[in-house]
């Protein structure tokens, strides 16, 4: 098995210990993300195919697929994805055990819109510059991220390992241009300010 793999292990325990208490989960608002809200709420037009990576309990991925994407949602616990199809039963969201370090080939450029929050932080740094490029590959010419992360403090421990400015400016490596930045404050036990930044790929 993989490193990666190996360090993303821990998230199946997780929801196992967790699978009829999902208050427990910390990062499980069981609503969606305001900031993927605001990007729906903006755009107006829902077209095409879109990803999200490490989805969870799946509200994200509900969002996206209501309004109006084709969506395809990824995590590699297969018991998040079980609660997640049971939340969103009859919904047309593709919910798949994928690990993003190991994508199927047919995702390669494939889709419009992906989806990132937390899943890079929630894994240790010396896989940060692998996972920015899986993420990356996913997207087609013209495709749209929307990255959600947050910043890094003063505290260097984990997990989670938020994300430095240096770090999210790999994105640019990828053939992604940065077409909005912002800094969100929010008070948060892992760190008080956020990341939300919108790339569109050109090849
Ligand atoms: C901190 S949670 C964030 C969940 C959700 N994106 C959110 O914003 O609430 C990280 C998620 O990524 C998933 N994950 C971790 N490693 C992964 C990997 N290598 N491939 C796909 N999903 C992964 C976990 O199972 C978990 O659901």
């Known amino acids: 098995m993989s490193r990666e793999k190996k360090a993303s292990e821990w ?16 990062w499980a608002k069981q609503s969606v993300n305001p900031l993927l809200q605001t990007y729906l709420d903006e755009k107006r037009v829902h077209k ?12 994200d991925a509900y969002a996206l697929a209501n309004g ?6 990824i995590d590699i616990s297969q018991t998040a994805l079980r609660i997640a199809q049971k939340r969103f039963e009859g919904t047309d969201i ?7 370090f190991d994508m199927p080939h047919k995702y390669c450029e494939y889709f419009d819109f992906i989806f990132e ?10 896989f940060r510059s692998k996972m920015i490029k899986a ?12 990255v959600v992360a947050h910043k890094k403090g003063l505290s260097d421990g984990g997990p989670p390992w938020p994300l430095t400015p240096q770090e999210i400016e790999e994105f640019k490596e ?7 930045s912002e800094l969100i404050t929010e008070p948060s036990n892992i ?6 930044i919108l790339y569109k790929k050109s090849l």
């Open 11 to 26: 998230f199946e325990d997780f929801y196992k210990e967790n699978e009829n208490s999902h208050h427990n989960i910390p």
């Open 48 to 59: 095409g195919k879109a990803l999200v990576i490490g989805c969870g309990l799946g509200d």
């Open 68 to 73: 109006g994407y084709e969506t395809v949602a």
């Open 94 to 100: 593709t919910f798949e055990k994928q690990d993003i």
């Open 117 to 126: 929050s937390l899943t890079i932080q929630s894994l240790p740094r010396e």
């Open 135 to 146: 993420v990356a590959r996913c997207a087609a010419d013209n495709g749209e991220i929307l």
């Open 174 to 180: 990828h053939n992604l241009h940065e077409i909005s």
């Open 191 to 196: 760190s008080n300010t956020r990341f939300r």
